[in-house]
Structure formats: structure tokens, C-alpha cells
Nanobody, 114 residues
Framework: QVQVVESGGGLVQPGGSVRLSCTVS????????VAWYRQAPGKQRELVAG???????NYLDSVKGRFTISRDNAKNRMYLQMNSLTPEDTAVYYC????????WGKGTLVTVSS
């Protein structure tokens, strides 16, 4: 079974930045299109950013220009750099394949507040 562990979340002020990390074990990480998802309080989980093995990316419209997804296949890790954060970015952030193939991890909470 695949395990994912997200980290890097915390409290950040509006306009601030954080970098989330996800470590994946139990699978051949490099072959998958990977993604970051988020779920805000009282809302459904949504796709935030996707990254294919060929390097092509896609982003939720509201985060374009602010968030950057990346990966390090040698370390089985993926990252989400988040800049210019707003309170609307407050959510639990999860990593997975683009299609949600892996079991969901616990996520990491990002709270944007002054």
C-alpha cells in the first residue's frame, strides 16, 4: 500500500508564503502525474495543482501565478510553493496522484490569518 505524508503547513499571515512537502512510499513515484488537493472547512476537496511526468502543469484558476508545484523523483517527494496567500487559501492540503489513486494522507493544515 502507498503511504503519503504531507508536511509544512502552519499559520501564515495574508501575503505570506509557505512551502509544503509530500513524501511518498510504497510505489514507483516517478511514473505518476501527481497533484495537490485542498479541502477548506465545510467545503469539498478540490484539485489545486497537477504535475505530469513530462513537466506539464495545471492549476486551479484562483492560484495561478501564486502557487508552484514541483517534484524530486530521486527523493519520492513533491512540493507546493505557495505565495501571496489569502484567507481563502486556508485549508487542509493533501497530495496524491492526479486521479486520486493513492490512499489519502492526513494532510497538512494551512491557516492564513492575521
Amino acid at each position: 500500500q502507498v503511504q503519503v505524508v504531507e508536511s509544512g503547513g502552519g499559520l501564515v499571515q495574508p501575503g505570506g508564503s509557505v512551502r509544503l512537502s509530500c513524501t511518498v512510499s510504497g510505489t514507483i513515484f516517478s511514473i505518476y502525474a501527481v497533484a495537490w488537493y485542498r479541502q477548506a472547512p465545510g467545503k469539498q476537496r478540490e484539485l489545486v495543482a497537477g504535475l505530469r511526468p513530462d513537466g506539464n502543469t495545471n492549476y486551479l484558476d484562483s492560484v495561478k501565478g501564486r502557487f508552484t508545484i514541483s517534484r524530486d523523483n530521486a527523493k519520492n517527494r513533491m512540493y507546493l510553493q505557495m505565495n501571496s496567500l489569502t484567507p481563502e487559501d486556508t485549508a487542509v492540503y493533501y497530495c496524491n496522484t492526479f486521479s486520486g489513486l493513492w490512499d489519502w494522507g492526513k494532510g497538512t493544515l494551512v491557516t492564513v490569518s492575521s
